[in-house]
């Protein structure tokens, strides 16, 4: 088991944009489809990007056209870039893998993304 540690997060005013980062030990990243994850006050945790086998991406509706899931060729670490944020956007967010059997394994810290005037 590892455990992931994302980073990037900030104070940004709406219409910016932040890069977060994920990184993690050992052979995670290769061995499993991963996302990038976000739980706003009060919200449960959604899904917001997911990357799989030859770099396909899927994303959910509220970020489609504004957020990129990427990662370099080695795939370690992740990348969640996001623009055109919104108050709405402003959450804790995690990366982990896509495997609802497996993700209770692996929550990090999370980072934080608040934005606002």
């Known amino acids: 088991q590892g455990q992931f540690v994302e980073s990037g997060g900030g104070l940004v005013q709406p219409g910016g944009s932040l890069r977060l980062s994920c990184t993690a030990s050992?052979?995670?990243?290769?061995?499993?489809?991963m996302g990038w994850y976000r739980q706003a006050p009060g919200k449960q945790r959604e899904l917001v990007a997911g990357?799989?086998?030859?770099?396909?991406?899927q994303y959910a509706d509220s970020v489609k056209g504004r957020f990129t899931i990427s990662r370099d060729n080695r795939k370690n670490p992740l990348y969640l870039q996001m623009n055109s944020l919104k108050p709405e956007d402003t959450a804790v967010y995690y990366c982990?893998?896509?495997?609802?059997?497996?993700?209770?394994?692996?929550w990090g810290q999370g980072t934080q993304v608040t934005v606002s005037s």
């Open positions: 982990n893998v896509l495997d609802q059997r497996l993700v209770h394994n692996y």
């Open positions: 050992g052979s995670i990243f290769r061995n499993y489809f």
């Open positions: 990357i799989m086998s030859g770099d396909h991406t």
